[in-house]
């Protein structure tokens, strides 16, 4: 099952793809959706759409995991980082994959075994489990790949999930 992970952000968006082949699961991918802090914020979510749009088509997977959204002491951050959050979810909607939603905690736990792990010990442990020959950069494209490696590694059965309709 191929398993695409998404950090949610409106500056930069990262992402990253994994492979789950029986109990094994292979690194595909990964990399970052940035946007210009100079466009109207519209434009950047429209890129924004557009770009997850285009890595779904890429990369065809039969899951996404995105992390969800948690408390962000600036409220203006947190409208952003939701509005951004909002069309990426409508670009999985329109292509009709399942999806599945883990908390930052929950994906440092699973990672690291540690729920308030720095994002330096979640690169590390991503490049260690996916046996990369560097750390995944920028650390939204490593936290992407933790959720996606979440995602993998949670024992649910992701083929009973009803596929969003169109």
Known sequence: ????????????VGYGVVEKLGNKIAYVSHGAIKTEKGEHF???LD???NQVNEIIEKYNPELVAIESLYFY???KTAIYVGEARGVI???????????VE???????????GYGRAEKTQIQKVMKILLKL??????????????????AAVSGSDYSSYKKNTK
């Open 47 to 49: 890129y924004i759409y």
């Open 73 to 75: 002491k600036n409220v």
């Open 42 to 44: 519209e434009d950047r």
């Open 102 to 112: 883990f908390t930052p905690h929950q994906v440092k736990l699973t990672v690291t």
């Open 1 to 12: 099952m191929r398993i695409l992970g998404i950090d949610p952000g409106y500056g930069i």
């Open 133 to 150: 020959n560097e750390i995944p950069k920028p650390d939204d494209a490593a936290d992407a790949l933790a959720i996606a490696w979440c």
């Open 89 to 99: 979810l409508l670009a999985i909607k329109h292509s009709n994959i399942p999806f």
